[in-house]
């Protein structure tokens, strides 16, 4: 199979597990807030970030780090998987035990202390995946991550729905978040040991201290990056009330999805890159301008839909509760850009291994961050919280794009922001101006929109005759995967 069909199935796979998965998060986030409310969904939001902060402490940047050593090193799965577990489980127990005592020092009541330690154990167990999940991408088999992805969000769903109706509250929610992360650990256990590698537990302290040395730049970096978004929720728990923390996480909820969709498209992309940084830099930068590009293709009808029709958004994933939370859905629609394709600069800094460029440059924006948060929310209420994600994830975008541009990665940045922008223009006075009163007059609107945006990209040459050539010959990926599958069926059938 060439490269640019297994990029046209990974990207395919996880398409489809964006739209599926993504759904399903969509839909648990709705019955979340639904059967919780506005206060409590401000408790919920509080108990996600306290416990996803974790569990990015426990990472230590190892998945990225993975998947770049068995990229390079293909043949060494076993002895890489073996060592990256046990590295794992110990960085479980001492981040378990550290949550604890985190949990036990914070000013909060004992019932709301048990749930945020039941939530970060929940979210830890996540943390076992890792390894497997690696394996799958390194060797680009990710449609098996896809398949994950989209499983872990009905198990999700379902778990959520039972103990809901059972009228459980927090604690159902607390449970469910630990259900399905636990079944996500035996599908990963289960697929990697069976067609790959069972990857034994070994003592390897040598091979540890050199993951954890390439490990912590990226470590600290993804760590301030991921929790700078958690950050804005917990500060903003201590800030305002409860009432106030639910209308704004609802809206911050909703582009947080949307940053899943935008790893999936990226992590197909990941074993190029790593190749290509260490081999050629010239074809980095031709991979680095063409993901630039279709990553601003796909999120620019985002923010349009959210600048558009903010109450229509709300209404539709989070209820009638929320319509008050429009103003800070207007606002936060303008950060949708530059976090969509923020999510892209781990993979492509981790894949020319320059962890410590991009941990120091997220260290200095977390810090300014939070002191504006800490000036600015107290004084000026719950919504400037919003013009501070703008403001700083449209200044990681422009801090991090120049420092690529001053190792000769130059992004053209009107052929692949400008262009899409403009034919964006149109979609944003279709959905504003036309009548959207109905769900028939919704559908038309959005029928015109998929026909007028398309055809405006092709207009302003977005993409490229060599770019049309290569998408022609990545769609002819199924015939070869085919004849994979059916090598491997044939091969399990003989040894029988």
């Known amino acids: 199979m060439k490269q640019s069909q297994r990029i046209a199935k990974n990207t395919l796979f996880g398409f489809l597990g964006g739209v599926f998965g993504g759904g399903l998060q969509f839909l648990s986030l709705l019955l979340v ?58 960085l479980f127990g001492f981040t378990s035990f550290a949550a604890l005592a985190v949990i036990a020092a914070l000013p909060i009541d004992r019932e709301l202390k048990a749930l945020s330690w039941l939530m970060t154990v929940g979210y830890l167990c996540h943390l076992h995946t890792i390894g497997y999940a690696s394996v799958l991408r390194a060797t680009e088999n990710m449609e098996f991550n896809s398949i994950a992805f989209t499983l872990h969000k009905a198990v999700m769903v379902l778990f959520l729905w039972l103990f809901l109706s059972l009228k459980w509250g927090l604690f159902g929610v607390v449970l469910a978040h630990l259900g399905a992360n636990l079944f996500l650990w035996a599908y990963y256990h289960i697929i990697v040991t069976t067609a790959f590698s069972p990857g034994r537990l070994l003592y390897a302290p040598r091979f540890w201290k050199e993951l954890l040395t390439d490990a912590l730049p990226m470590a600290g970096s993804l760590i301030l990056r991921q929790s700078a978004w958690q950050l804005d929720v917990l500060i903003l728990s201590f800030l305002v009330s409860t009432v106030d923390l639910g209308y704004f996480s609802g809206p911050f909820r909703l ?17 190029l890159f790593v190749r290509l940084g260490h ?175 398309p055809l405006f990209l092709v207009l302003w040459k977005t993409i490229s005759p060599e770019e049309f050539l290569l998408l022609r010959e990545g769609l002819g990926f199924a015939k070869p995967y085919w004849q994979k599958i059916d090598s491997i069926v044939t091969g399990m059938g003989r040894k029988k």
């Open 33 to 90: 807030a639904w059967y919780l409310g506005v206060a409590n969904f401000g408790i919920f939001s509080y108990l996600l970030a306290f416990a996803t902060i974790f569990q990015y402490v426990a990472d230590f940047g190892l998945s990225r780090i993975l998947i770049r050593e068995i990229a390079l090193h293909p043949s060494e799965i076993e002895r890489l998987l073996g060592g990256a577990k046990s590295l794992i489980w110990i």
């Open 255 to 271: 582009l947080m999805g949307m940053t899943v969709f935008a790893t999936l498209f990226a992590q197909p992309l990941f074993p």
């Open 279 to 453: 081999e050629s830099i010239d074809q980095f930068a031709v991979v680095y301008r063409r993901t630039l590009k279709w990553f601003c293709v796909l999120s620019f009808p985002g923010m349009v839909l959210c600048l558009s029709w903010p109450k229509i958004c709300l209404f539709l994933f989070l209820g009638k509760h929320f319509l008050p939370a429009a103003p800070a859905l207007i606002i936060l629609s303008a950060a949708i850009i530059p976090l969509f394709i923020s999510v892209l600069y781990p993979f492509i800094f981790s894949a020319l291994n320059r962890q410590a460029d991009y941990f120091f440059i997220m260290l200095t924006l977390v810090v300014a961050r939070v002191l504006l948060e800490i000036f600015c929310v107290p004084r000026f209420g719950y919504l400037s919280e919003g013009y501070i994600v703008v403001a700083m994830e449209s200044l990681v975008f422009i801090v991090l794009t120049v420092r690529l541009r001053l190792l000769n990665i130059h992004p053209h940045l009107f052929s692949t922001m400008g262009k899409p922008a403009l034919a964006s223009l149109p979609c944003f006075l279709i959905m504003t101006y036309l009548p959207h009163g109905s769900y028939i007059a919704m559908a038309f609107s959005i029928l015109l929109c998929s026909i007028v945006y």
